[in-house]
């Protein structure tokens, strides 16, 4: 993997007053937002650093929650100089920002790099242009191949942010997505399945029959598409789904794909197909002994969730007996299977 191990210390940066009108952002609630009060940072980082860390070279001030690009400049660059006294301290090594494709040019860039701006998280959403114009995003995919290139270029670290589910969007735009995102040099990647939450675009769209949101297992299946993507190209995926948010927890009308532990369920499945695809390969009987051999750490995932991944194997593989275990032999989300039949060698696939 190319990204080294890093804390980030999130700040939320509400991007108050955003024109654009993306279906699925509910607007009324972030401009509910309390004003973004600049001390505030001193408050987070503060407490933050109230924990000795006796090595401060992966931390990083992370500013989410919005368009930082996007924040009038004045205050922006008050943010970032506020944010920047902690680097000069040597209490945190560089800064993390969030931003949209469209507000990325050489000139901002190049304030960002002032300040020790090391990695720009942008929400790509989609590389399909229909699936942009169709969800209000106010962008092009070419605007985003622009930015990630200038972002790339000027030596920052790139995460790429992507969704499952918007409107017109299929599981090919997303895999076509996830492989753009890989092709403009992407460090990292955060997978989303779209949530729909109450007085939205999207929740009317749903309302009326003209969305159908996404559910649990299709989120997992689709999302399993695009972690294949992103894995085969080295390129980790550090967050799978919302986080769990007061928003989303007092949301009653919430749909689509919201489940607490959405992120495991979507690797679960990653690994259920890679499992099938492997047994398909193989001929196995009634009186075989199967063991499916995983890298270190990877256990509990490949087995899945209330062990679903077991349950399906044994329920499509009547098999005399089934073994999950770790091995130093197997790579990172990858998986070997060994079948023992009666007096046959161990096959392995
Ligand atoms: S860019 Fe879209 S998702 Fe972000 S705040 Fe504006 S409307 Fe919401």
Known sequence: MRRTEHINIPVFVPHLGCPHNCVFCNQHEITECEEFDINSID???????????????????????GSFTGIDRTLMIRILEKAYRYISDGKVSSIRVSTRPDYIDEEVLSVLKRFRVRTIELGIQSMSDKVLLASGRGHTALQTENAASLIKSQGFEFVGQMMIGLPCSAPDDEMYTAAKICEMGADAARVYPTVVFSNTALHRLAQTGVYTPLTTEEAAKRSAKVLRIFYKNNVDVIRIGLCETETLRNDTGVTG??????????????????????LKRINISDDSDITVYCS??????????????????????????????????????DIKISVKENANAPTVT
């Open 257 to 278: 794909a919201y489940h607490p532990a959405l992120g495991e369920l979507c690797i679960n499945e990653y690994y259920r197909v890679i499992i099938e695809e492997s």
């Open 43 to 65: 408050d987070t980082v503060g407490s933050f650093l109230t924990t000795e860390h006796p090595d401060t070279s992966g931390i990083q001030i992370a500013f989410f929650g």
């Open 296 to 333: 270190n750490g990877s256990l509990s995932k490949v087995i899945g969730q209330k062990k679903r991944n077991r349950k399906w194997i044994e329920d499509n593989y009547p098999v005399r007996s089934l073994q999950f275990k770790e091995s130093e032999e197997v790579k990172d989300k």
